[in-house]
């Protein structure tokens, strides 16, 4: 059962598996948030390597609340049981494996406070490598819409957000989202149908009902390495589970017909981008994406030639910009 909220009380979820290398940087940098109304819930889910021996070092910590696991659940499943274990009339869910500036969680508080229409209030992301060097910024890649709409800090009505998120997940990153509980609630805890699509569908699920407040700082650091869940999946399930959200969600949204046909080309276009970048891959995934997309919305596939087409100018542009980084030119 869901424990009553405590008004302005943030509850930081820490999921831990496997990232011993990452924890005293995650640890440190929720320890340290300039908020003083806080609680992080630290539950450690039978991590084969020295994670539990790095938490237990902040055990007595008294923001720090550790619950260590029996049996292994997986990432939705222990971060469903921390929002069940939360207080806090906010949830922010901290990957394990991130790292934030010190100031993003009173920045966020204070974009829901500003906007009370708000079920979610997020920032902007820097990628950062093992070493914590940033390699880039989710800011950049995003559409020319995005990007106008939020170069400064803003209130995107809930139906703004649900085309933004069909274009892209532009909340690249869950540590960087601070989710508002009652609204967590509304929309349904996170779903274990999905295991590389579970945000971005709880995302859409929020949208629906409620706006998004956007602070335009770059105050969260999303790490790439090669063992987050998305790079261990493969795929296969990674684009049916693409095809699976962003198919059913244009027949839910209530989208203009132009607006249905130019994401269905856009999620044709995420296919012909795996094909593309990964010939071998794609060719043999082919006739099983082609047949849960026959399953899950025929009509997309009129779709697919264009899609295919602006797979191959992407995948030839970034061999493009390899080549030129070799000064070979192209």
Known sequence: MIKQTIPGLVSVVVASYNHAEYLIRRMESLINQTYPHIEILVIEDCSPDNSLEVLRKYESHPRVKLIVRQKNGGWVAVSNQGVEESSGEFILFANCDDDCDQRMVEQLVGAMQVHPTAGIAFCRSLLVDEGD???????????RAFQERCATDTLISGAQMGRFLLHSCVIPNLSAALIRKECFEAAGALSAEYRVCSDWDLFFRIAANFDVAYVAKPLNKFRQHPTTIRSMTKGRATYE????????????????????????????????????????????????????????????????????????????KKVCGRLSHTKTGC
């Open 133 to 143: 060097q940033v390699i880039g910024d989710d800011f950049a890649g995003r559409e």
């Open 241 to 316: 589970e693409f095809f699976r959200l962003l198919l059913s969600q244009i027949k839910l949204l209530n989208l203009t017909f132009n607006e249905r046909c130019r994401f269905r080309s856009r999620t044709m276009y995420l296919w012909g981008t795996h094909l593309f970048s990964q010939p071998w891959v794609g060719l043999r995934n082919f006739p099983y994406h082609l047949r849960r997309i026959l399953q899950l919305d025929p009509v997309a596939l009129i779709f697919l030639v264009p899609g295919l087409f602006l797979g191959i100018c992407t995948a030839g």
